[in-house]
């Protein structure tokens, strides 16, 4: 079965300072992965998603994110953050072959400081 | 475009009452997706729907929730009788196909508070 973790439920960070959430999944076949990000009191927004082809994929916002196969790793980087980036960020698998399913991971808030 | 629409916002009801969302997807999207979002986890699809036909309803506790989507349009989701637990945001999504690369388009969601 799938599933999908994200490692820290909380990251703090500086405004202009480097973000990293990470993601991590567990797939027996070919993943395809997204990057959703929540506001407060909103629903969820694509970021960016892989399905094939380029392993780097750039988003929204200067969001960027980078599938790595052998470390089953997708996870989101930003170079420079901002104060509007303050979110939770959800990491979410489906697979090929079957129907879209979506799978989330359990959200990492990122907060960002002056 | 208009996004996904859902109603009511907020709700607040006692356990052991009736409740009911509503929610119109975005025009043309054929797949509509009910997923429930408990405070500090992620969303956890709950049905979808192709057109009016339901795909996948395998986390929807059928002994006191239930969801149509008549003509294959918008489609309500209700719990009778509700639970403490089922205290959550209620999320709709919409995408314009059935396929796993497909972008699901998420409504601002419902949240549900039971006492």
């Known amino acids: 079965a799938q599933s999908v973790t994200q490692l820290g439920s909380h990251v703090s960070v500086s405004e202009g300072a480097l973000v990293l959430l990470r993601c991590n999944y567990s797939s027996s076949v070919p993943p395809y992965l997204f990057w959703y990000v929540q506001y407060p009191n909103q629903g969820l927004q694509l970021l960016l998603k892989y399905t094939t082809g380029a392993t780097l994929v750039k988003g929204i916002n200067g969001f960027e994110a980078e599938f790595k196969k052998s470390e089953t790793s997708f996870h989101l980087t930003k170079p420079s953050a901002h104060m509007s980036d303050a979110a939770e960020y959800f990491c979410a698998v489906t697979i090929s072959g079957g129907y879209n399913k979506l799978i989330f991971g359990a959200g990492t808030r990122l907060a960002v400081h002056p | 475009e208009a996004g996904v629409a859902q109603s009511p916002r907020y709700k607040i009801i006692e356990k052991r009452q009736s409740v009911a969302f509503w929610c119109n997807p975005i025009?043309?999207?054929?797949?509509l997706y009910w997923y429930q979002q408990i405070l500090g986890q992620g969303p956890k699809l709950l049905i979808q729907f192709q057109n009016n036909g339901v795909v996948d309803d395998s986390q929807l506790p059928k002994d006191r929730f239930s969801a149509e989507r008549l003509k294959g349009v918008d489609s309500t989701l209700k719990i009778q009788p509700a639970k403490l637990e089922d205290s959550a945001v209620y999320l709709c999504a919409s995408s314009d196909r059935d396929t796993f690369e497909e972008t699901q388009y998420f409504g601002p969601g419902t949240r549900l508070l039971v006492l």
């Open positions: 025009s043309g999207h054929a797949t």
